[in-house]
T-cell receptor, first 115, second 111 residues
Framework: DVKVTQSSRYLVKRTGEKVFLECVQD?????MFWYRQDPGLGLRLIYF???????EKGDIPEGYSVSREKKERFSLILESASTNQTSMYLC??????????????FGPGTRLTVT | GQQLNQSPQSMFIQEGEDVSMNCTSS?????WLWYKQDPGEGPVLLIA?????ELTSNGRLTAQFGITRKDSFLNISASIPSDVGIYFC???????????FGAGTRLFVKA
């Protein structure tokens, strides 16, 4: 079974802090994704990566950056956390293949609260 | 841009009832995916559909890829309390790596 793990289930940070969210997958997937999930807004893509050191902006990249130094690890960075970044953050991965790369496997999520 | 519209937004049903929910778009999709998210967890892939007209089952769940390629349906038979959660449909955007998600159908099952 694919396993995607996220470093924290719950996180509380102060406004202005730098925040790191880590995601690790164990299935050798090429593609990794970061989403945020807010009530009424569904899942919104922040960034994704299709290879080591490669990254692409998603729909809402402002205020975020990412790092992918190793294939299995994809980090989301909030440079200076703000209260409007309070949300559930979900990491996902998928393999590269004609159809399979649409089948994403999600981690359990990190619920971040910025006070 | 491409959008997926899910209905209903929420459903309240009695244990043992069958459930039907759908997902529609004004755009054509070549793949349809159905996910379930348990409270406080990440979404889990239930069923993937790759061919128009395809009907696929996974236990008590059955999903269909609409002939027009603009809709998909998910049915749950004989619901049980652990079916509670949010069901998302999803599909790939045109020409890219991104996946578009519907807003979800929230299912409540009363024992």
């Amino acid at each position: 079974d694919v396993k995607v793990t996220q470093s924290s289930r719950y996180l509380v940070k102060r406004t202005g802090e730098k925040v790191f969210l880590e995601c690790v997958q164990d299935m050798d997937h090429e593609n990794m994704f970061w989403y945020r999930q807010d009530p009424g807004l569904g899942l919104r893509l922040i960034y994704f990566s299709y290879d080591v050191k490669m990254k692409e902006k998603g729909d809402i990249p402002e205020g975020y950056s990412v790092s992918r130094e190793k294939k299995e690890r994809f980090s989301l960075i909030l440079e200076s956390a703000s209260t409007n970044q309070t949300s559930m953050y979900l990491c996902a991965s998928s393999s590269t293949g004609s159809l399979r790369h649409y089948e994403q496997y999600f981690g359990p999520g990190t619920r971040l609260t910025v006070t | 841009g491409q959008q997926l519209n899910q209905s209903p937004q929420s459903m309240f049903i009695q244990e043992g009832e069958d459930v039907s929910m759908n997902c529609t778009s004004s755009s054509i999709f070549n793949t349809w995916l159905w996910y379930k998210q348990d409270p406080g967890e990440g979404p889990v892939l239930l069923i993937a559909l790759y061919k128009a007209g395809e009907l696929t089952s996974n236990g008590r769940l059955t999903a269909q890829f609409g002939i027009t390629r603009k809709d998909s349906f998910l049915n749950i038979s004989a619901s049980i309390p652990s079916d509670v959660g949010i069901y998302f449909c999803a599909g790939p955007n045109t020409g890219g790596f991104k996946t578009i998600f519907g807003a979800g159908t929230r299912l409540f099952v009363k024992a």
